[in-house]
Each structure stands twice: as C-alpha cells, then as structure tokens.
C-alpha cells in the first residue's frame, strides 16, 4: 500500500495501566506502531495513560499526553492537536471503545479525523453481540442460539421458556428411548421367530428328501 500524502499528524491510542492476568502485547504493538509511523515521516501524538511503560517515553512519539483514557480527555487532545487520523486498534479494547464514542458523540467529524484500520461499522458490528449473530446468520455460519435482555424480568421470561422447552424435549427423548426398547423387544422376537422358521424349513426339507 503506498504512503498516505495527505496524512499528516496521527493520535495513537495506548492501552493504558498493563492489568494483572492480561497480556502486554498490545503495549509492545503500540511502542512499535509509534516507531514505525515515526520513520514514515508522519508526526505522531500519543496519549496514554501507563507512566510505566516504554511505550510513554519522549522519544517514541513526538509528543506525549500522560492522561486518563477518557472520552472527556481524548476529546480534549484531538481538538488541541487536530490530527488528521487515529489509531485505535493498536489501544485494544480501550482504544476501541473510545474510538467508538468519539464517533458517536461527533467529535471525530467535528475535527475531521480518519480511523485508520477497522472502520467504525466494523468495530461495532465486532462489539455488539447482537449485530455480530446477524453477520454471521447472513454469510451461513452457524452461531449458538442465544437471546439478549434488558432486564431481570425478560431473562427469568426466557429462562423458564427454555425451561419448558428443555422439559419438553427430555419427555420427547424418554418416549423415543420407550420406543427403542419396544422396538428391540420386537426385533428380538422376530429373530426368534426366524429361527424358528428356518428349522421347520429345514426338517421339510428332511421329510422331503
């Protein structure tokens, strides 16, 4: 792909404080994604809010906003620094869920800033569960049944609905196992039958003979 000329200063989205139990790959992915925006010429302005990282260090971005990953605070460094495009796929779930709420709340039109990478269409249809089971039922993959609720009322409501239908099929399943064991009583008797049958036959044949 060649190089974006009409881009000139990109915010990058860190991940902020590395949690305990969760993988720093996407603070490694950022420090690189810096760096390597940086040797494309382009100015990069980041905002993170992990002091401890490499990732915060002077000399990765050209400019550097040690501040809480918020909506209110983001929104501040974008209309100071009016870049003219972010990217938040490198901030993990942090930088997506904010960059989904500064399209939501119009400051990215507001500034005129671009998402680099994953489209906002395609970040929400990957974060709302329901828009993700309607994707996949419309290109054939097949999802486990499932439904979402509003409130403690709905879900006890399709609790006892699956409820019902779990006691139906079990009821269903008992007669189909009745049924089996009529049918291989059945069987068994015609085997026996059979054999029967096969003996006569053959002492005809005896009588015949």
Known sequence: MPKRTDIKKILVIGSGPI???????????????????KE???????????????????????????EPL??????????????????????????????????KKGVLKECGVELLGTSSESIERAEDRELFKELCQSIGEPTIPSEITYSIEEAKAICDAKDAATRELENLEK?????????????AQVGVFTEQLNQTRQQIAALEG
């Open 19 to 37: 949690i305990i139990g969760q993988a720093a790959e996407f603070d490694y992915a950022g420090t690189q994604a810096c760096l390597a925006l």
């Open 175 to 187: 007669r189909n196992n009745s049924d089996r064991e009529q049918l291989a009583g059945i069987r």
């Open 70 to 103: 918020t909506l209110e605070f983001v929104a501040k460094v974008i209309r100071y620094e009016r870049p003219d495009a972010i990217v938040p796929g490198i901030g993990g779930q942090t930088g997506l869920n904010l960059a989904m709420q500064l399209e």
């Open 40 to 66: 494309e010429g382009y100015e990069v302005v980041l905002i993170n809010s992990n002091p401890a990282t490499i990732m915060t260090d002077t000399t990765i971005a050209d400019k550097v906003y040690m």
